[in-house]
């Protein structure tokens, strides 16, 4: 998700200054992703720059509340209609230290494995922990983000399985003196014990 559209989100809900818009995004997400208050206002800068939204003048705290544009309600309704692009998210940085250390002369790979999925377990029950701390209805927007970080670590868990299944299965030839070695040049340090 982006802080753009967040932002669009909540001000759709009615004018909000900085503070009160970071306090919401965290109350909605159930704190599962801080907001910076810099990012608040950056973001609320471009947002006005680009027409979306507009800033109203200080209160008397010397607070500066905003409000959506028709333009950004039209921003915001396309985002809603439009499905996210797995092409759209970030690169996948587990699956690329994965693919790293296969390629890397010395990384035991069945420990970064076992060492992720033991990280992996550990947040899955924290987060299983906070889905269950609070059954009120108010609470669903963050239960649902709960729920989706839930999934996702499950769906972690299941990729890992399946990757030390591939390495049980995966036997790499000896290493020549060639240069420029590929996966199937890394030598397991389990397969050098049943060499010996």
């Known amino acids: ?13 009615g004018q909000m200054y900085g503070y009160q818009l970071r306090a ?3 109350e909605s997400t159930g704190s599962t992703w801080p907001l ?7 973001t609320l800068s471009r947002l006005e720059r680009d027409g979306l939204v507009r800033s109203l003048p200080e209160s008397e705290a010397g607070q500066r509340p905003y409000e959506i544009t028709d333009a950004g309600r039209a921003d915001l309704a396309l985002w809603f209609a439009t499905p996210i692009s797995r092409n759209d998210r970030p690169r996948d940085e587990l699956a690329i230290k994965l693919a790293l250390a296969l390629t890397t002369p010395g990384v035991d790979v ?7 999925r033991s990280a992996t377990m550990r947040a899955l029950q924290e987060l299983t922990r906070l ?3 609070s059954d009120r209805p108010e ?3 963050w239960r649902l983000v709960l729920d989706a970080m839930v999934f996702q670590a499950e769906a972690e868990v299941r990729w890992l399985d ?12 000896a290493p020549g003196p060639q240069a420029g070695a590929t996966p199937a040049d890394v030598v397991w340090p389990a397969d050098e014990e049943a060499r010996r």
């Open 36 to 42: 910076n208050i810099g990012q608040v206002y950056t």
């Open 24 to 26: 919401a995004f965290e």
């Open 110 to 116: 069945r420990s970064v494995v076992q060492t992720q």
């Open 1 to 13: 998700m982006s802080i753009r559209h967040g932002l669009l989100a909540l001000l759709e809900r």
């Open 131 to 133: 889905k269950y701390a």
């Open 139 to 141: 609470d669903l927007p």
């Open 162 to 173: 399946h990757c030390e299944t591939s390495l049980v299965r995966y036997r790499p030839p």
